[in-house]
């Protein structure tokens, strides 16, 4: 960790305080900048303390990220971002710990890690910075390519199938699941205060571009001409309704969510759509077949869910129980001293 002067302590934090003295050192134009600002300015208004953060990153562009933070950081290995981070929170679970990851360092060479650090709901608050290509190694595709994809490792177009990485967290049991946007730093940063407040693995998938290599990937969605038609935000206890005159929604029909225009007639309804028709999310749900049914809405056909799909509670974290398991252990077994352990139970002579 490099740190500067600290700020009177009297005094209330702002963004920059979190800002460590290195010179940020990626591509000008970067989505990153967005995120780690977005980060620096939710802190400051919650009000974290410095020393009450780790941020943890693996190899990538977005794992430069606890460099550019004046917290506990630690710039780890490709992929096991998740596996060192959750060592640092049995370690100390009053430490606030952010994982920094890419869609190639946490979905490929980590995807193992990840699916295991969400199944077992660690008290981690994961960002993973989604531009569907490899940036830092100058621009193969992805686990989030999509097939088609030319890149300088497909000459000839990936015939992948990529990753939907909400889809994958919510199969790996993940009780918190959002997506935001670089470029849309006060829905971000509300996100990532309600990630913070989540006890358990909080899942923050960030569409991000990289204006090098990919540059535009989400100007299909993000275009201010068009992005009220082409997202539909996801708030707990309100309707999903959309579009620039708020006249489109989604509704349940025949297992799956369908997107309409209100006062249209639906042929699976049989009649003309109502305002009430549309679903009422919640996202406190324990049940994920709804949020399951947002991951597959078709990009550029259906509108694009951002906001928290999912974040339900009661379930506690991984390190919580662990810390219970050892004070029932130690409770049953005085303290002993290591000559002791070393001596007990079965030993040998060599």
Same mark, same amino acid.
């Given at each position: 960790?490099?740190?500067?002067?600290?700020?009177?302590?009297?005094s209330?934090?702002?963004?920059?305080?979190y800002?460590?003295?290195?010179? $940020?050192?990626?591509?000008?134009?970067?989505?990153?900048?967005?995120?780690?600002?977005?980060?620096?300015?939710?802190?400051?208004?919650?009000?974290?303390?410095?020393?009450?953060?780790?941020?943890?990153?693996?190899?990538?562009?977005?794992?430069?990220?606890?460099?550019?933070?004046?917290?506990?950081?630690?710039h780890t290995?490709?992929?096991?971002?998740?596996?060192?981070?959750?060592?640092?929170?049995?370690?100390?679970p009053?430490?606030?710990?952010w994982?920094?990851?890419?869609?190639?360092?946490?979905l490929?060479?980590?995807?193992?890690?990840?699916?295991?650090?969400?199944?077992?709901?660690?008290?981690?608050k994961?960002?993973?910075?989604?531009?569907?290509?490899?940036?830092?190694?100058?621009?193969?595709?992805s686990?989030?390519?999509?097939?088609?994809?030319?890149?300088?490792?497909?000459?000839?177009?990936?015939?992948?199938?990529?990753?939907?990485?909400?889809?994958?967290?919510?199969?790996?049991?993940a009780?918190?699941?959002?997506?935001?946007?670089?470029?849309?730093?006060?829905?971000?940063?509300?996100?990532?205060?309600?990630?913070?407040?989540?006890?358990?693995?909080?899942?923050?998938? $960030?569409?991000?571009?990289?204006?090098?290599?990919?540059?535009?990937?989400?100007?299909?969605?993000?275009?201010?001409?068009?992005?009220?038609?082409?997202?539909?935000?996801?708030?707990?206890?309100?309707?999903?309704?959309?579009?620039?005159?708020?006249?489109?929604?989604?509704?349940?029909?025949?297992?799956?969510?369908?997107?309409?225009?209100?006062?249209?007639?639906?042929?699976?309804?049989?009649?003309?759509?109502?305002?009430?028709?549309?679903?009422?999310?919640?996202?406190?749900?324990?049940?994920?077949?709804?949020?399951?049914?947002?991951?597959q809405l078709?990009?550029?056909?259906?509108?694009?869910?951002?906001?928290?799909?999912?974040?339900?509670?009661?379930?506690k974290?991984?390190?919580?129980?662990?810390?219970?398991?050892?004070?029932?252990?130690?409770?049953?077994?005085?303290?002993?001293?290591?000559?002791?352990l070393?001596?007990?139970?079965?030993?040998w002579?060599?």
């Amino acid at each position: 960790m490099t740190t500067k002067t600290q700020p009177d302590p009297d005094s209330k934090l702002k963004a920059k305080d979190y800002a460590s003295d290195q010179e $940020v050192r990626w591509c000008p134009g970067c989505g990153d900048y967005g995120i780690l600002k977005s980060i620096q300015k939710a802190f400051a208004d919650m009000g974290i303390l410095k020393h009450e953060v780790a941020v943890i990153s693996g190899i990538g562009c977005s794992s430069r990220f606890p460099y550019y933070m004046d917290t506990f950081g630690f710039h780890t290995i490709h992929g096991r971002a998740p596996a060192i981070a959750t060592g640092v929170k049995l370690a100390n679970p009053d430490l606030s710990v952010w994982v920094a990851t890419g869609d190639g360092d946490g979905l490929s060479i980590g995807g193992n890690h990840f699916i295991h650090m969400l199944r077992r709901n660690v008290g981690l608050k994961v960002l993973l910075f989604n531009n569907r290509i490899y940036g830092l190694t100058k621009g193969q595709y992805s686990p989030t390519s999509e097939r088609g994809k030319v890149t300088r490792s497909s000459p000839d177009g990936s015939v992948d199938t990529p990753f939907n990485p909400l889809a994958l967290a919510l199969g790996s049991q993940a009780t918190f699941v959002a997506r935001g946007f670089d470029i849309m730093s006060p829905h971000l940063q509300t996100i990532i205060k309600e990630a913070q407040g989540h006890e358990g693995t909080a899942f923050i998938e $960030v569409y991000q571009n990289c204006n090098i290599f990919n540059d535009g990937a989400y100007e299909g969605l993000t275009d201010k001409k068009i992005r009220d038609d082409m997202l539909v935000h996801v708030e707990h206890g309100k309707p999903l309704i959309y579009g620039k005159d708020l006249d489109k929604g989604l509704i349940w029909t025949n297992n799956h969510l369908e997107a309409v225009k209100i006062g249209e007639f639906n042929d699976h309804l049989g009649r003309e759509v109502q305002a009430e028709d549309v679903v009422v999310w919640d996202a406190k749900n324990p049940n994920p077949t709804l949020a399951f049914g947002l991951t597959q809405l078709r990009e550029g056909i259906d509108p694009t869910p951002i906001g928290v799909l999912r974040a339900i509670e009661g379930h506690k974290s991984y390190e919580t129980l662990v810390h219970e398991q050892l004070e029932q252990i130690q409770a049953k077994k005085p303290a002993r001293s290591i000559e002791e352990l070393l001596h007990s139970g079965k030993t040998w002579k060599v």
